[in-house]
């Protein structure tokens, strides 16, 4: 017996070996050089002196960093609550629908989903377009029948593209939210039913505790995507540039691929990590906490 459980050990070490190695050669290896170049000024390819927290306090002191973090705060704030409720919605309006038409209003959701970016900034890119974009026909009301182009007004840019990345995401989101509306067993709702219960009161009763660990699960998800924001921002910003719709992911690509400075870039990477970490375990520690009281 303990020949075999030996034999088993050493069979559970050769199926992991593949997996640890590659973790440790394209995760573990560059996050630990990730650390190190955090602390030199070296560029972004070659060797420098140790500079301790120089680094750490240029950012502190670099007024285009605090920029790149409130604007990539203000996106999630944008961009993470809408997408979920929104995802939500659609899940529960789509899980009353039975056949083939929940399946054709699902796809139809989840279609923007699979599409590159560079499809949807194009798609977007279209609809808000000054002169000719069907989106304006929205927006004119409020502008006195002026058309704005919307992705060159800095107090319209944000908002914008946090619209065109719920558009984006809630297909996904919804996707989650029917999974777990599946789950609930139809006995509980027919009881409900029986008592008299309304819909608002299933849902309120029923529904809503029944999915919280879904929802925890993806406004967490949509936490760590937002806050890495990039592709949106830098292709909707083409053509006009202005560091005052810089993110932290545009930061770090100016400094270190663009200056060549490996070492602050590789700091402010090490910065939105954590941040990542913190907001990302404080929400989901806050949410599950909600959801057992």
Known sequence: ????????????????????????????????????????????????????????????????????????????????????????????????????????????????????????????????????????????????????????????????VAFVTVWWFVGFNALLFIAGLRNISREIYEAAELDGAGSWTTFRRITWPLIWPITVLVMTIQLILQLKIFDQVYLFAANVRTDATMVMVQYILKQAFQMNKGGLGAAASMVLFILIVLVSVLQFQLLRARGER
Do not use: C
């Open 1 to 160: 017996m303990i020949r075999s459980r030996r034999n088993e050990i050493l069979v559970a070490y050769a199926l992991l070996a593949p997996f640890i190695l590659i973790y440790a050669v394209l995760f573990v290896y560059p996050s630990l050089k990730l650390f190190v170049l955090a602390f030199t000024n070296a560029p972004l390819i070659g060797s420098g002196d140790w500079v301790g927290f120089k680094n750490f306090q240029r950012l502190w002191s670099d007024r285009l960093f605090w920029t790149s973090i409130w604007n990539t705060i203000y996106f999630v704030i944008l961009s993470v609550i809408p997408s979920t409720v929104l995802g939500l919605v659609v899940a529960i309006a789509v899980n009353r629908l039975t056949g083939w038409l929940q399946s054709l209003v699902l796809a139809a959701f989840f279609l923007p989903y699979i599409l590159p970016v560079s499809v949807v900034y194009r798609i977007w890119g279209w609809m808000f377009d000054k002169d000719f974009g069907i989106a304006q026909t929205v927006i004119t009301p409020f502008t006195g029948g002026e058309h704005v182009s919307v992705f060159r007004t800095l107090p319209l840019f944000m908002p914008a």
